[in-house]
Antibody
Framework: EVQLVESGGGLVQPGGSLRLSCAAS????????MNWVRQAPGKGLEWVSY??????YYADSVKGRFTISRDNAKNSVHLQMNSLRAEDTAVYYC?????????WGTGTTVTVSS | EIVMTQSPATLSVSPGERATLSCRASQSVSSNLAWYQQRPGQVPRLLIYGASTRATGIPARFSGSGSGTEFTLTISSLQSEDFAVYYCQQYYNWPPYTFGQGTKVEIE
């Protein structure tokens, strides 16, 4: 079964940091590009970041603050989030893509509040 | 950045009736458009890609059409499990991938 499981969310103060992780299983991880997509409370979906074997991209809203990485040996993808703001509060989904987002993780909640 | 605009924001439909959802792109995305369903409290699920191809396991009552800037998701006969929020997403000109703001399909 194809599965993505996120971890690392929690409550953090503004200006703080968190590292999200996503463990993948059930498919050949190195063959796929991976993304993080977030959803603020009661809001829609917002693409955050992309990583393939060759490229990395970020949304303007997180550029310079978030860093995505992947470890093909451990079938995992990570999102290091620094200088967190209240507007980063959201459920963060790890997503496999074939340009369209075909497999979604269950999500991990990040709350930025003092 | 390509802006995706969905209409209406909320669609009230009775079970068994047909629902038609629209998605418009600010510039052509060819057929590089996907639709997702998000039931209350659940994770988004891929319904349609390539504007009209159903994803694995998606019932035939879901159909997608359109190309360029105008797209439609049709649910031919609404079932109780279809009441949800639906999002469109373009993957023609990226980054960034962009989503519409969503259409909520609710019970009339």
């Amino acid at each position: 079964e194809v599965q993505l499981v996120e971890s690392g969310g929690g409550l953090v103060q503004p200006g703080g940091s968190l590292r999200l992780s996503c463990a993948a299983s059930g498919f050949t991880f190195r063959d796929y590009s991976m993304n993080w997509v977030r959803q603020a409370p009661g809001k829609g979906l917002e693409w955050v970041s992309y990583v393939s074997s060759s490229f990395i991209y970020y949304a303007d809203s997180v550029k310079g603050r978030f860093t995505i990485s992947r470890d093909n040996a451990k079938n995992s993808v990570h999102l290091q989030m620094n200088s967190l703001r209240a507007e980063d509060t959201a459920v963060y989904y790890c997503v496999r893509e074939l340009y369209y987002m075909d497999v979604w993780g269950t999500g991990t909640t990040v709350t930025v509040s003092s | 950045e390509i802006v995706m605009t969905q209409s209406p924001a909320t669609l009230s439909v009775s079970p068994g009736e047909r629902a038609t959802l629209s998605c418009r792109a600010s510039q052509s995305v060819s057929s590089n458009l996907a639709w997702y369903q998000q039931r209350p409290g659940q994770v988004p699920r891929l319904l349609i890609y390539g504007a009209s191809t159903r994803a694995t396991g998606i019932p035939a009552r879901f159909s997608g059409s359109g190309s360029g800037t105008e797209f439609t998701l049709t649910i031919s006969s609404l079932q109780s499990e279809d009441f949800a929020v639906y999002y469109c997403q373009q993957y023609y000109n990226w980054p960034p991938y962009t989503f519409g703001q969503g259409t909520k399909v609710e019970i009339e």
